[in-house]
């Protein structure tokens, strides 16, 4: 997770990621706003207001208008080892956050500081001997009863891997299978969580999308996510 590898796509990663996804017939605009939309959704039917959201990984900031409409009073931090991503989300979205870099390791926050955590498809980036430390990380900083959503790319679905594989700034990503994901956030003291797979059909099928509701256990869909709780 260096800042140098983040620093050097910055300024063409809305590009080059609009190029990765163009079979599925969506702008990044699209899968920035759903994963959003499910976090809200699943806060909203446990009667959850979050004070403070940290958004690990945040990059160029494709969530924050989607969380700050969301969560419109909460205090929202944009985490990134990358400056140089962290000073575009800050020109595009002027006074909305906290755009707070990070030295890849230590999340420069107090314990039990944040009541959502959100992260999206950042730990592939990762190497895989951080990523316990870092869920640690993660788990040290979210307060008691507080979420943590970690969104990530499926590798069982053939058009998430033909986007990765077509991705520039993917060409270190190791993608993750849900179980390994689940391992390691065990191993990082998140002992109950849920997973679900979501987005099962491309644009030119979107009539479909209403069924997905019934298919988020079947691990075909081009992403899923992770949902925990922190309990004590």
Request: charged share 20%; with cysteine; aromatic share 12%.
């Amino acid at each position: 997770m260096l800042e140098a590898e983040f620093d050097r796509f910055a300024a063409e990663y809305q590009a080059q990621h609009e190029a990765s996804i163009r079979l599925s017939g969506e702008k990044p605009e699209f899968f920035a706003k759903y994963k959003i939309d499910d976090v809200a959704r699943v806060l909203a039917a446990r009667s959850v207001k979050p004070r403070r959201i940290l958004d690990f990984g945040a990059g160029v900031g494709n969530s924050l208008k989607h969380m700050r409409n969301a969560f419109p009073d909460s205090e929202i931090v944009m985490l990134d080892p990358s400056s140089q991503s962290l000073d575009i989300a800050r020109q595009r979205f002027p006074g909305e956050a906290r755009f707070q870099p990070f030295d890849g390791e230590t999340i420069p926050f107090g314990d039990r500081h944040f009541d959502l955590v959100f992260t999206a498809c950042v730990f592939h980036h990762i190497p895989e001997t951080l990523h316990v430390g870092l869920l640690r990380e993660i788990g040290r900083v979210l307060a008691s009863g507080g979420s943590f959503f970690l969104f990530e790319h499926n590798p069982w679905n053939p058009l998430t891997l033909h986007a990765v594989r077509n991705c520039a700034f993917d060409e270190n990503a190791v993608l993750i299978k849900p179980g390994a994901m689940r391992a390691r956030l065990a191993a990082a003291g998140f002992p109950h969580m849920q997973t679900v797979f979501r987005i099962f059909f491309p644009r030119a099928l979107a009539g479909l999308r209403p069924f997905e509701r019934f298919l988020t256990s079947i691990p075909l869909g081009a992403q899923y996510f992770v949902h925990t709780v922190k309990h004590g």
